[in-house]
């Protein structure tokens, strides 16, 4: 992002220094949550087959989405399967804070 105003480049780096060292942590997708509720919404069983079918989406791509960890989904895949299921973002995404680092103390040594 290039900004045209040196104060508004300022500013912008400014709340992203602030956002990044305030929260960090991961967001993981609670795609099996969101398929249960909606199971529970409407009594319809939901199978990562027959959400593959409803999003276009191949069922293995779903099944990564909702099994690991460390999957980097896209956006549009996100949109796909809150369509799908109809969920929010919201619905689907849970941001779980890392657990703050445990201070380093260091003892003085003693002179003599």
């Known amino acids: 992002m290039t900004c045209v ?4 480049k300022h500013k912008v ?3 992203t220094r602030m956002v990044t060292d305030t929260m960090t942590g991961r967001i993981v997708i609670k795609l099996r949550e969101a398929m249960l509720a909606y199971k529970r919404r409407t ?10 079918e409803r999003t276009g989406l191949a069922e293995g ?3 990564n989405v909702g099994s690991r960890d460390d999957y980097h989904a896209t956006l549009a895949t996100l949109a796909r399967i809150c369509g799908a299921l109809d969920v929010t973002p919201g619905d689907l995404l849970e ?18």
């Open 13 to 15: 780096t400014y709340l």
């Open 61 to 63: 791509t779903l099944h």
């Open 43 to 52: 009594g319809d069983r939901m199978t990562y087959a027959i959400l593959a």
């Open 95 to 112: 941001f779980i804070e890392d657990p703050p680092k445990a201070k380093r103390t260091t003892k003085k040594k003693k002179r003599g």
């Open 5 to 8: 105003s040196s104060g508004v």
